[in-house]
């Protein structure tokens, strides 16, 4: 059970991954929502293993990675009612991992042998928005228009920003022992 950094107003969103009752090897995922009030609740299933969800700023729709038999990874996108209505193969050597929104853009961390890198899919394609480098990503979401998310370039982990307008990288912290699932508060000041 994973549950998402990301609640909105109305919906918290995670997803699970269930063993077959039958065969032990076989497991599927699903994408899992419900209202903050515990009513509503919804299940996605899509065609290969769904996970980490994001959903947009309305709430309307949310992007999902979806892994399938062969190994390939694809970005899926999910109504508010959670049936599959697209779906984006990544890249060829990529293997997405997580996924964010800044409006109608879907940013994703993905994996490839040269390391981790940021794309962004826009208008059907993708686009390279951080170039692969032998580190680990983690933890991406989004503040005040800027993709945050945590990575040990340093050789622990650290919190950055990248601004997806002028691709400038910030690092925002600097611990002698590094940290993780950095948040804002509602007043811009640290949790």
């Known amino acids: 059970f994973i549950l998402s950094r990301y609640a909105l107003f109305i919906k918290i969103f995670w997803s699970e991954t269930k063993d077959d009752t039958r065969w032990n090897l076989q497991t599927k995922s699903v994408i899992r929502s419900m209202t903050k009030n515990g009513k509503g609740k919804h299940t996605s299933e899509g065609n290969g293993l769904m996970h980490n969800p994001s959903p947009d700023a309305s709430g309307t729709r949310t992007a999902a990675v979806s ?13 508010d009612e959670g049936t599959v209505t697209a779906s984006y193969d990544a890249p060829d050597s ?13 940013y994703a961390t993905a994996i490839s042998d040269n390391g ?13 928005m951080l170039e692969p480098q032998p580190v680990m990503m983690k933890d991406l979401s989004v503040h005040d228009g800027e993709l945050m998310f945590t990575c040990d370039r340093t050789g622990v982990h650290e919190l950055y920003h990248l601004n997806p307008a002028d691709g400038i990288l910030r690092q925002k912290t600097s611990l002698r022992y590094g940290a993780s699932d950095f948040q804002y508060s509602e007043d811009g000041k640290w949790l």
Request: zero cysteines.
């Open 94 to 106: 990529l293997q997405l991992v997580e996924t964010a929104w800044i409006g109608d853009d879907i």
């Open 67 to 79: 892994y399938g038999i062969g190994g390939r990874s694809s970005l899926e996108i999910l109504n």
């Open 116 to 128: 981790y890198g940021i794309y962004r899919f826009s208008s059907g394609s993708w686009k390279t």
